[in-house]
């Protein structure tokens, strides 16, 4: 007899079912609907990671039209008496991963996650047999004639044979001997830095990560302040340690924050993620008009270029041609703060936007 679930187990479930059957398994689309900053907060409901209040189970309702209080239902379908598992079946082994939620994955995400499993199973050296995947053979399928799909069946119309070297043992073939001989051509670096590209500061095959808060803070019309970042951490991203070296910044002072609107387009999209780098600019003649500063401006955070005007006042600068400059000014009493700048929103902004970007007024 199995223990009575819990309603956070039963809400968490009836999300992952409610995504997979009214999204079609799309976070990003249930993350839309349920009007979600990020898309995150709907992995973090669906894994158990965060437990669902009455109030988001209410709206979850609601935008899925759903009937009332069906969140808090167990809707699993209870086994007949022959399907019911033994009593000395295991429990769930992973704890900190929602049963519900592997299981209401789509074929094609159960498929990619069990290949990931095979993965971290060789890598682990865990001595656990696995198998290829079964595809089932398609029924009377005929076989290819000479010339077709099967290799083996193809003429081999440029064989390659060396002179001082027997025959291999069938046409078109090589001996043992030869392939041998092809693969001690090859010569593999373990130098630390192959791929490794001067003008970008990092190297393709750096395996080593490091994590770089995730902040759930929106830089352009956002409500909250960058100072507040310890209770707006929504996760941790994973970045190649050269990457984040090659700005030559102190990487804990790094955050992963995304963008609200186009103001800055093309170079910042709308939610787009963007590389922030908190730094307190206090003196005007450290701005420099090509680098894009977060700024708070009286409670809402803001991502634009600065442009300093002869007279000592400062312009925020939009990239989008649509939204003109306006004054930065403490004259209607809000604060104007300097925070940080932009390192990278996929674009490299490490020296600043390409100033053929940057618009004229």
């Known amino acids: 007899m199995s223990s009575m679930k819990s309603i956070k187990e039963i809400r968490r479930a009836n999300f992952a079912r409610a995504i997979e059957e009214?999204?079609?398994?799309?976070?990003?689309?249930?993350?839309?609907?349920?009007?979600?900053?990020t898309p995150s907060?709907?992995?973090?409901?669906?894994?158990g990671k965060k437990d669902i209040g009455d109030r988001a189970a209410r709206k979850m309702e609601e935008v899925f039209g759903l009937p009332n209080n069906w969140m808090d239902a167990d809707h699993t379908p209870a086994p007949d008496d022959d399907a019911k598992a033994p009593s000395d079946a295991r429990p769930w082994p992973f704890p900190s991963i929602a049963e519900a939620a592997v299981r209401a994955l789509p074929a094609g995400q159960l498929s990619a996650l069990e290949?990931?499993?095979?993965?971290?199973?060789?890598?682990?050296?865990?001595?656990?047999?696995?198998?290829?995947?079964?595809?089932?053979?398609?029924?009377?399928?005929?076989?290819?004639?000479?010339g077709g799909l099967y290799a083996?069946?193809?003429?081999?119309?440029?064989?390659?044979?060396?002179?001082?070297l027997p025959a291999a043992s069938r046409e078109g073939g090589?001996?043992?001997?030869?392939?041998?001989?092809?693969?001690?051509?090859?010569?593999?670096?373990?130098?630390?830095?192959?791929?490794?590209?001067?003008?970008?500061?990092?190297?393709?095959?750096?395996?080593?990560?490091?994590?770089?808060p995730e902040l759930d803070v929106r830089?352009?019309?956002?409500?909250l302040g960058i100072e507040n970042y310890e209770e707006t951490a929504i996760g941790e991203i994973l970045l190649r340690r050269s990457f984040l070296e090659s700005f030559k910044l102190p990487i804990e002072r790094m955050k992963i924050v995304y963008a609200d609107g186009d103001s800055m387009e093309p170079v910042i999209r709308n939610e787009g993620p963007m590389l922030f780098y908190?730094?307190?600019?206090?003196?005007?003649?450290?701005?420099?008009?090509?680098?894009?500063y977060a700024i708070n401006h009286g409670g809402k955070m803001i991502v634009k270029c600065i442009q300093r005007e002869r007279n000592g006042?400062?312009?925020?600068?939009?990239?989008?041609?649509?939204?003109?400059?306006?004054?930065?000014?403490k004259d209607d009493g809000r604060d104007v703060c300097i925070v940080g700048r932009i390192l990278w929103s996929p674009y490299d902004l490490r020296n600043g936007v390409d100033e053929r970007l940057l618009p004229i007024w």
């Open 278 to 292: 908190e730094e307190l600019v206090n003196d005007p003649r450290l701005i420099d008009s090509r680098t894009i």
């Open 313 to 329: 006042a400062l312009l925020a600068m939009s990239l989008n041609p649509s939204y003109p400059p306006f004054p930065l000014e």
């Open 22 to 37: 009214k999204c079609s398994g799309n976070q990003t689309e249930a993350a839309t609907r349920l009007e979600y900053s």
């Open 219 to 223: 830089l352009a019309a956002g409500r």
């Open 41 to 47: 907060l709907v992995s973090r409901y669906a894994t």
């Open 174 to 212: 090589t001996t043992t001997k030869q392939s041998e001989r092809a693969v001690q051509s090859l010569r593999i670096s373990h130098a630390a830095n192959v791929g490794h590209v001067p003008r970008a500061g990092y190297s393709a095959n750096d395996q080593e990560f490091l994590s770089v």
């Open 152 to 164: 083996d069946d193809g003429a081999d119309e440029f064989p390659m044979r060396i002179a001082s």
């Open 115 to 146: 290949g990931a499993m095979a993965l971290a199973i060789a890598q682990l050296n865990l001595g656990i047999k696995v198998g290829a995947p079964f595809r089932a053979p398609e029924a009377n399928a005929p076989r290819a004639s000479r």
